[in-house]
């Protein structure tokens, strides 16, 4: 309630009694800088004040000596304009020389401070002693009532701004279709170019980012006309620490996935192995390489991964050479057997016939000479193991032919024990009967 509201013979009573000042404008930014800093510590001076028992305001430091008006009327006038608002139960208010006391029960914190405003804007009123409690029952109605004022503002905000949010999804819109267009000139003019397929991919995804962070930009300033450019990149360059510290890991990641697209040794279609995964790479992505396994399983593993440990670019050369033991009895000639091994090598077709095939003598076994094997064939793990099996199964048809034995292994057991070489001189002798 206001002093206009009150009738013209109490009037009198209800005078404000501070003059509005004028505030130059430099002195209100001031202000407003200020209360920005140490807003922190006016909030807990004042929550520390406000869980007092007694509210105690001082409404102004004049204070009238003569003509001052009686307790009781000043006492009579406030009870009249608390109780016609309804908003009080077992009100009581008292007056004592200039100050007033209220007590009683108010329907919420609002009419409570409510109170002590009126009280204090009272004329000849010094001080104000607000001990007004707040009822803690819940009011349906009053409550559903606030929260149907919430949503009609809500809904008439979204109303008065749905032109600008239309015009910014549109936006959008046209940033996407700017983004297919440029992605696919892109595509059509860097595949001209003698460029690695991984390169061409960081061009086009970089393309992209760019693309979308202008039109986000633009479509946040359509949509918060108060929202400038300027004042947007402040917001993401503020925001970008946060979200720096809350993705660190995907960062890392898209970081890690550009240094792969741009310099990396390996490309889409190599054979690579990392961490235990062998397979073919398949895509790479800002954020993560998509690796093809030798089983037919995806593995999709983080570019922070692969630039931490220690990769193998199984196919970064057309040719692999390929190593296996080969052993022939003591009793064969050596040169020959090798002679033979060589020739049988050299006669597959997935042998690289221009690298040498090399054949050496590499140990003494416990019962065969054996033989390091080694040839060129292609890099990629499927023409490893089919020219690993061509080149087994040739050596062993042409040491067969040859009458080369591939000797097994011999094992010769001592018995000390008599009743045990007994045994078996007997057990021999009867198998020799029966022959």
């Given at each position: 309630?206001s002093c206009a509201?009150?009738?013209?013979?109490?009037?009198?009573?209800?005078?404000?009694?501070?003059?509005?000042?004028?505030?130059?404008?430099?002195?209100?930014?001031?202000?407003?800088?200020?209360?920005?800093?140490?807003?922190?510590?006016?909030?807990?001076?004042?929550?520390?004040?406000?869980?007092?028992?007694?509210?105690?305001?001082?409404?102004?430091?004049?204070?009238?000596?003569?003509?001052?008006?009686?307790?009781?009327?000043?006492?009579?006038?406030?009870?009249?304009?608390?109780?016609?608002?309804?908003?009080?139960?077992?009100?009581?208010?008292?007056?004592?020389?200039?100050?007033?006391?209220?007590?009683?029960?108010?329907?919420?914190?609002?009419?409570?401070?409510?109170?002590?405003?009126?009280?204090?804007?009272?004329?000849?009123?010094?001080?104000?002693?607000?001990?007004?409690?707040?009822?803690?029952?819940?009011?349906?109605?009053?409550?559903?009532?606030?929260?149907?004022?919430?949503?009609?503002?809500?809904?008439?905000?979204?109303?008065?701004?749905?032109?600008?949010?239309?015009?910014?999804?549109?936006?959008?819109?046209?940033?996407?279709?700017?983004?297919?267009?440029?992605?696919?000139?892109?595509?059509?003019?860097?595949?001209?170019?003698?460029?690695?397929?991984?390169?061409?991919?960081?061009?086009?995804q970089l393309s992209?980012?760019?693309?979308?962070?202008?039109?986000?930009?633009?479509?946040?300033?359509?949509?918060?006309?108060?929202?400038?450019?300027?004042?947007?990149?402040?917001?993401?360059?503020?925001?970008?620490?946060?979200?720096?510290?809350?993705?660190?890991?995907?960062?890392?990641?898209?970081?890690?996935?550009?240094?792969?697209?741009?310099?990396?040794?390996?490309?889409?279609?190599?054979?690579?192995?990392?961490?235990?995964?062998?397979?073919?790479?398949?895509?790479?992505?800002?954020?993560?390489?998509?690796?093809?396994?030798?089983?037919?399983?995806?593995?999709?593993?983080?570019?922070?991964?692969?630039?931490?440990?220690?990769?193998?670019?199984?196919?970064?050369?057309?040719?692999?050479?390929?190593?296996?033991?080969?052993?022939?009895?003591?009793?064969?000639?050596?040169?020959?057997?090798?002679?033979?091994?060589?020739?049988?090598?050299?006669?597959?077709?997935?042998?690289?016939?221009?690298?040498?095939?090399?054949?050496?003598?590499?140990?003494?076994?416990?019962?065969?000479?054996?033989?390091?094997?080694?040839?060129?064939?292609?890099?990629?793990?499927?023409?490893?193991?089919?020219?690993?099996?061509?080149?087994?199964?040739?050596?062993?048809?042409?040491?067969?032919?040859?009458?080369i034995e591939i000797?097994?292994?011999?094992?010769?057991?001592?018995?000390?024990?008599?009743?045990?070489?007994?045994?078996?001189?007997?057990?021999?002798?009867?198998?020799?009967?029966?022959?």
């Open positions: 309630m509201s009150i009738p013209t013979e109490h009037s009198d009573f209800c005078r404000p009694r501070i003059q509005r000042s004028l505030i130059p404008h430099a002195l209100k930014i001031a202000c407003v800088i200020l209360l920005a800093v140490f807003g922190s510590g006016i909030a807990t001076a004042q929550d520390s004040s406000d869980t007092s028992d007694d509210n105690v305001s001082t409404p102004g430091p004049i204070v009238e000596v003569d003509n001052v008006a009686p307790d009781q009327a000043i006492a009579r006038r406030l009870t009249e304009i608390f109780e016609s608002s309804g908003w009080f139960t077992d009100l009581n208010v008292g007056a004592e020389n200039g100050i007033v006391t209220l007590t009683g029960v108010a329907d919420n914190e609002q009419h409570q401070k409510w109170a002590a405003d009126v009280a204090g804007r009272t004329q000849d009123v010094i001080s104000v002693i607000n001990k007004l409690t707040i009822d803690p029952t819940v009011d349906l109605q009053s409550s559903q009532e606030i929260v149907q004022n919430s949503l009609g503002t809500l809904l008439h905000n979204f109303l008065a701004r749905s032109p600008l949010l239309i015009a910014s999804l549109f936006v959008l819109l046209i940033t996407a279709i700017l983004a297919k267009v440029v992605g696919w000139s892109l595509v059509k003019l860097l595949g001209k170019r003698n460029l690695r397929p991984s390169l061409q991919d960081l061009i086009y992209s980012i760019a693309l979308w962070i202008v039109g986000l930009l633009t479509a946040m300033v359509v949509a918060f006309p108060g929202m400038t450019p300027s004042k947007a990149l402040t917001v993401l360059g503020l925001g970008s620490v946060a979200i720096g510290f809350a993705f660190k890991d995907i960062f890392e990641n898209f970081f890690a996935g550009m240094l792969i697209l741009w310099r990396y040794p390996f490309d889409r279609g190599d054979f690579i192995t990392c961490d235990e995964i062998t397979g073919k790479v398949e895509r790479i992505t800002i954020r993560n390489t998509m690796i093809r396994g030798l089983d037919g399983e995806l593995s999709v593993v983080p570019n922070a991964t692969l630039l931490k440990n220690n990769v193998d670019v199984l196919t970064s050369q057309p040719q692999r050479r390929v190593r296996i033991d080969c052993g022939v009895a003591y009793d064969v000639d050596i040169d020959a057997a090798r002679e033979v091994i060589r020739e049988a090598v050299a006669s597959c077709k997935s042998v690289q016939a221009v690298r040498t095939t090399e054949v050496f003598a590499k140990e003494f076994a416990s019962s065969s000479v054996n033989y390091e094997v080694a040839w060129w064939t292609g890099s990629k793990p499927t023409d490893i193991r089919r020219s690993r099996d061509e080149v087994v199964s040739a050596i062993k048809r042409a040491l067969d032919d040859a009458g000797p097994f292994p011999y094992r010769t057991l001592t018995f000390k024990d008599a009743s045990v070489k007994s045994a078996i001189k007997e057990s021999l002798g009867a198998a020799a009967e029966t022959n």
